[in-house]
């Protein structure tokens, strides 16, 4: 059997995390913490979980749970390497919170012996929908399309436009199979 790997859509509000050796969505697992009650519990016979967050102080208690959380996960479920969406060129906003979020959380990976790969965002998005600056509904689209799986009635979601904790969980599925892709060879 493969190693387990995970993708890591990491954010400071609902970071993302899947978890497998194969691209069947419903032999993975996928881990997002959550602000929005209805999001918590287990979803799609347990492919899916939603954590809550939970109120902080300060910045840094803040991104010390949310990176104790996943890691915890990582750790517990013996993935041996992570690929991470990397950052984009064009963000905008508290960058450097993003910053040292993600640093933090690549810091207890290495810490931990995990190996990491960042994947810049328009590489895994080429890789997904065949164009690097997709948006999140040609995202959710293809996942769908990929997995059979409608998260957006799995997660009873509301909103017009894809957004959080669904486009969360399809970046992070989407880059676990990215990071297969890559580790059989057949991405560059």
Not at 3 to 32: A, H, R, W
Not at 141 to 164: C, H, M, N, Q, W
Request: proline share 4%; with cysteine; charged share 25%.
């Amino acid at each position: 059997m493969q190693d387990l790997i995970c993708g890591i859509d990491y954010s400071m509000s609902t970071p993302s995390i899947t978890i497998g050796s194969c691209t069947d969505f419903k032999m993975c697992k996928t881990f997002f913490l959550t602000d929005t009650k209805k999001y918590e519990g287990v979803f799609l016979d347990g492919a899916v979980e939603g954590l809550p967050q939970r109120p902080y102080g300060n910045q840094e208690e803040r991104f010390d749970f949310i990176s104790d959380i996943m890691v915890n996960i990582i750790t517990k479920l013996g993935v041996k390497h992570v690929f991470v969406e990397g950052y984009s060129m064009g963000s905008k906003g508290a960058v450097f919170n993003i910053g040292e979020n993600t640093g933090l959380l690549k810091h207890k990976l290495w810490k931990a012996g995990i190996s990491i790969t960042s994947v810049p965002p328009t590489v895994n998005k080429k890789s997904w929908t065949g164009k690097g600056n997709a948006k999140k509904d040609a995202m959710y689209t293809e996942f769908l399309e990929r997995t059979g799986v409608d998260l957006v009635k799995a997660l009873d979601y509301k909103p017009v436009e894809i957004g959080s904790p669904v486009g969360d969980i399809v970046d992070s599925y989407s880059i676990m199979c990215y990071g297969l892709d890559s580790m059989n060879g057949t991405k560059q």
